[in-house]
């Protein structure tokens, strides 16, 4: 009987193979590290300032530098001391951070770690970017989330100050980052 094996005009060595099998592992592993980008950023294009991101991101429809959240969210959002995913924490302005700064919570760590979304948390070449999945802490003595310690990026490392946080306006529906993030972060 005759052998109807297919047989290919250019056949692969298991060598080769393989290599190619590896090669799209390692892209694959490379992809999962990286933080999901959240559905609601389509259309959002660096430079962005934290506040229309948050806004987006997160579905606060809060107008108005990232200090005036806190006391703009009074009667319209929850707001607490307690992180939770895709609430916005506020952080207070200061001398040198006139218009403060609101960043979205992505996951929580630990009762002391948050990793959060946000924009334009860094000066020079990286003003304006978006950093995903970065590291929060809560430095305050009351484990309350009224200092915090944020990750700069332009230096691999949290920076040195520590920054007055007025807490976390919760929206209303679930933050639609939360599954993406939860299941490829460990």
Excluded: K
Excluded at 12 to 27: D, E, K, P
Excluded at 97 to 124: F, L, Y
Excluded at 132 to 151: A, E, H, I, T
């Amino acid at each position: 009987m005759p052998s109807h094996r297919r047989q290919d005009a250019s056949p692969v060595t298991a060598t080769a193979r393989r290599g190619l099998v590896l090669g799209l592992l390692g892209t694959l592993a490379a992809c999962a590290s990286r933080p999901a980008l959240h559905p609601r950023e389509a259309g959002l294009s660096e430079p962005i300032a934290c506040v229309p991101y948050a806004r987006a991101v997160s579905g606060v429809s809060l107008r108005g530098d990232a200090w005036t959240w806190w006391d703009g969210a009074a009667g319209r959002y929850a707001r607490g001391a307690a992180p939770r995913p895709g609430s916005v924490l506020v952080i207070d302005r200061t001398a040198r951070m006139r218009d403060g700064h609101v960043a979205v919570v992505r996951r929580i760590v630990g009762p002391r770690e948050i990793r959060v979304d946000h924009a334009n948390w860094a000066s020079g070449e990286a003003r304006g970017l978006i950093h995903r999945d970065q590291p929060v802490r809560d430095l305050s003595p009351g484990n309350d989330w009224s200092r915090v310690l944020v990750w700069y990026p332009p230096i691999g490392d949290f920076g040195r100050t520590r920054y007055a946080a007025r807490g976390f306006i919760h929206p209303g529906g679930p933050y639609a980052g939360l599954q993406a993030a939860s299941s490829s972060s460990g």
